[in-house]
Each structure stands twice: as C-alpha cells, then as structure tokens.
C-alpha cells in the first residue's frame, strides 16, 4: 500500500527581506527631493512598519516608496494589513502596517472547499494557521498546488512540507 503523500499551504514573511527593505526605503525617503522638506521616516517596530510624515500627501508617497522596496525584496503586498492615517505629533501623520502572518480561518475553509469541489482523492484539513493537502496520488496533489496558486486569496500562499 503506498504511503499517503502531503503538504502544507502557507502564508508567511521574511521579515529579513522586510528589514532590507525598510532600510532601502527610509535610506530613499530621507534623501529624495521632494520627500525632504516632510521629514517622512519608515522604521520597523517588531512585525510592525510605521511611517511618518508632515502631511497625508508626503505619507502617501512615502508608503509607496515603501511597497515598492518591499515587492523588489520577493515581499508579496497582499500580506500587508495597513491601518488608517492618524494624527502625529505636530500636525503629522502616520501609518502603521502590520502583517498577516498565517492562513486566517475564512481563507482556509475556501482553500478546503475548493479542493473538495475538485473530487479527487485528497483531503483538506484546516491545521492552525495552515492548512495540510494530503492523498495517495501526487499528480493529484500537483493539481491541487496549480488550482490553488490560480485562486484568488486576499493572502500570499507557499507550499511546504511537501512528502512525495
């Protein structure tokens, strides 16, 4: 008899790529032009980005600077949970940016109902924050990898654990 095969559905972060990242971007924020005269900063707190500037308009374009460092270090931006503006000292304005780190249950029953719609021999199962394939047959788990990196999740997804 052969031995189930499986893997995990993920989502995480590199916060060493995000750090890389927010250093690229306060290093761009502090010396562009017309940046400058908002005194903008990025810095990261823990799991955390907050950027401040003088006003909502140099915030705005200081989050993009931001993303833009982020997606060129392999960060996906669906993983970013962004807070509303609020008032800084001083008249200014922040931001803060967390991170959705893990499957959140509503995704990861959608994933388990996809892969049942599917009917193929593999099962779903919520586990945590992630949610575990497993099945006898690996093209059909192959399937199931290329079905649901086509769907479209509010959360970036890695494969892992893979035991074919």
Do not use: C, W
Not at 30 to 38: E, P
Not at 63 to 87: C, Q
Not at 146 to 153: E, R, S, T, W, Y
Request: charged share 30%.
């Amino acid at each position: 008899m052969a031995a189930d095969n499986s893997f995990d559905i993920v989502s995480n972060v590199d916060f060493q790529e995000v750090r890389n990242a927010i250093d690229q971007a306060q290093r761009e924020v502090t010396t562009r032009y017309d940046l400058k005269n908002a005194d903008a900063s990025v810095t990261l707190n823990d799991e955390e980005i907050v950027v401040e500037s003088s006003d909502e308009y140099t915030l705005a374009q200081a989050v993009d600077v931001v993303k833009g460092k982020l997606v060129r270090r392999g960060i996906d931006l669906k993983s970013l949970r962004p807070e509303a503006v609020e008032d800084a000292s001083g008249g200014r304005a922040r931001q803060k940016i967390g991170f959705q780190l893990g499957i959140p249950q509503d995704t990861a029953k959608k994933i388990v109902a996809e892969v049942k719609k599917l009917k193929m021999k593999v099962q779903g199962s919520i586990q945590g924050d992630s949610v575990r394939i497993s099945g006898k047959n690996r093209d059909d788990l192959q399937t199931i990898i290329a079905h649901v990196k086509g769907m479209d999740l509010d959360v970036p997804v890695t494969f892992t654990n893979y035991r074919g």
